[in-house]
């Protein structure tokens, strides 16, 4: 069950998964420790068959340092070796972290969110340019990604019909051995509740403003977007 502070709203749950979901991403695809010596100049490049931009390149692009992008596609390699990640790979690696539960479908809204070009597979760059912004990105970075996530059909606007599509699949990523008492309307409360407190105008949908200013007002939000800034 949740706590009284997740129970006020499941936008915090939602929020905390994008980022600890994407964390346990990070860690599976080989995050080490950054005082490793053995750590070389370059990206190691021979073995893949997509080679991403240059080191320079990313590093101006994200917030992380060139060691830490080494160590990023040393994992990401290893795991990945044509250099790419397609759909069936990464539902495949989700389902590994939520064992009781059905990982599939919240998978594919991420992928979706990663995938920002739409091309059915996810480069090294997507992936650092998102984790730049989930764990180093500023405020309104992190939710106009969160909000980006949620908009399903990207037209700008969070309906209750995407945001219920989004809740059940959190619900069964999560499974019934992680919330074993649930009831059959939990995820329409959940809904409900989002609503009433995102939709500032009670004009159906959410939008990137809306968003943006109920998250900054509601702190278990704030702090949920604060837990991993200095994982690396």
Known sequence: MWSDGESEGLQTLGIVVVVCSSLKLLHYLGLIDLKDDKIEDELE?????????????LEA??????????????????????????????????SQ???????????????????????????????????????????????RWTFNLYDINKDGYINKEEMMDIVKAIYDMMGKYTY?????DAPKQHVDVFFQKMDKNKDGVVTIDEFIESCQEDDNIMRSLQLFENVM
């Open 180 to 184: 074993p008492v649930l009831k059959e």
């Open 45 to 57: 490049m021979t073995t893949v068959c997509y080679r991403p931009e240059g080191l320079e390149q």
């Open 97 to 143: 972290f939520f064992p009781h539960g059905d990982a599939s479908m919240y998978a594919h809204y991420l992928f979706n969110a990663f995938d920002t070009a739409q091309t059915g597979s996810v480069k090294f760059e997507n992936f650092v340019a998102a984790l730049s912004i989930l764990l180093r990105g500023t405020v309104n970075e992190k939710l």
């Open 61 to 94: 692009q994200t917030n992380f340092t060139k060691s830490e992008l080494q160590v990023l596609y040393r994992g990401f390699k290893n795991e990945c070796p044509s250099g790419i990640v397609n759909e069936d790979t990464f539902k495949q690696i989700y």
